[in-house]
């Protein structure tokens, strides 16, 4: 197997070559080239052709999202993300996710972080998933996004239906692809855990109400889960839904992700199941499969992405593994099938 082509790309010598250390220390990894900026990052990209690149946001002459954006016109690549996580950094961080770029990892301490090594084996293994996911990648363009009117609801009663998504790498892209070609109406209430530090979520919550008709809220303990609105769980915490269709906010240690998928999916299979819709798209690993599965025994129609989209086919790849998914397709077929279910059920 020949070795994966690395571009890392950060203004800083230290950190240039602290990640260039880091990836070299895997046998698979070969750091080919590094970059001081997007400018000299788009340049490398072209002449060198890299499998992944590690991007940095705030550098001089071309900052991260410019050179995102050149990179994913010219030439789509899967590109990570390695940046500070600050909340003034969220908004920026998570319109290059919307762009394309494959996913994340924070440096640990800001800009400069002397102790990057706490996140090695992170930027390793995101390097590697991205290098798998490149085809798909490949295939990609860059959306531009025009925001759209939001949902008001005349009454602002509780939901008598929901529509429960969970999501991890390939969000919040995907996420947003599928919701704004969805329907809202008084009585539906959409749930979403998205696999996501806590810095991240709030500005999620924005992007999806300004780019789909559903006005969202970042959830908060004991919100009542009202007909007309979409809740995202904030990251950090998981969400479930009480009997009395209110948001219940806690800690688990005993679950991998925080927030974690199956929660909310157990809890709304609880609480709404059979006027429900579990849907469970790109990500890695298996959450959510053991909750979409508890949904559909309880009578709920369920969807899990498929292979032809789904950016890491492990979440979804699990719930078909399992027997989960009533239906499985593509991303950019999921909405007609959400609404196609949210009649049967009305009636």
């Known amino acids: 197997m020949s070795k994966i082509k690395v571009l890392v790309v950060d203004d800083s010598a230290f950190m240039r070559k602290a990640i260039r250390e880091i990836l070299e220390s895997d046998p698979d990894i070969e750091v080919i080239d590094v970059a001081r900026n997007g400018l000299e990052a788009v340049d490398k990209v072209k002449s060198l052709n890299p499998d992944v690149i590690t991007l940095d946001i705030n550098m001089p002459i071309m900052d991260g999202k410019e050179a995102l954006e050149r990179i994913m016109e010219e030439n789509p690549l899967p590109v990570v993300v390695v940046s500070s996580l600050t909340k003034e950094d969220a908004p920026i961080t998570m319109e290059l996710l919307d762009m394309g770029a494959f996913d994340y990892v924070p440096k640990p301490s800001g800009t400069i972080s002397l102790d990057i090594h706490k996140v090695a084996d992170e930027i390793v293994a995101k390097v590697k998933e991205a290098y798998r996911a490149r ?113 219940k906010l806690f800690k688990d240690d005993s679950y991998i992700y925080y927030p974690s998928v199956d929660v909310l999916f157990d809890s709304v299979a609880e609480v709404f199941c059979p006027n429900a819709v579990g849907v469970l798209l790109t990500g890695i690993g298996r959450d959510g499969a053991q909750g979409l599965l508890k949904m559909k025994q309880r009578g709920c129609p369920t969807i899990a992405e498929s292979e032809e989209t789904a950016v890491v086919y492990g979440m979804p790849a699990a719930a078909k593994e399992l027997g989960a998914a009533l239906e499985i397709l593509p991303s950019y077929k999921i909405a007609d099938s959400i609404k196609k279910f949210l009649r049967r059920i009305k009636k």
């Not at 005349?154 to 704004?180: E, M």
């Not at 209430?189 to 696999?195: A, F, G, I, K, T």
């Not at 889960?225 to 950090?236: E, H, K, Q, R, T």
């Open 135 to 247: 085809f798909r990648i490949a295939k990609r363009r860059l959306v531009r996004r025009g925001s759209v009117s939001s949902f008001s609801p005349a009454k602002r009663g509780v939901a008598k239906y929901v529509v429960a998504l969970g999501i991890s790498t390939g969000g919040p892209a995907t996420l947003i692809d599928v919701l704004k070609d969805c329907e809202i109406d008084e009585e539906t209430s959409y749930l979403v855990v998205q696999h996501m530090p806590p810095q991240f979520t709030p500005s999620l919550a924005q992007r999806l109400s300004e780019y789909t008709p559903i006005k969202f809220f970042h959830a908060s303990e004991g919100q009542s889960i009202l007909g007309g609105y979409g809740y995202l769980a904030p990251g950090g915490w998981h969400m479930k839904i009480t009997p009395t269709k209110r948001v």
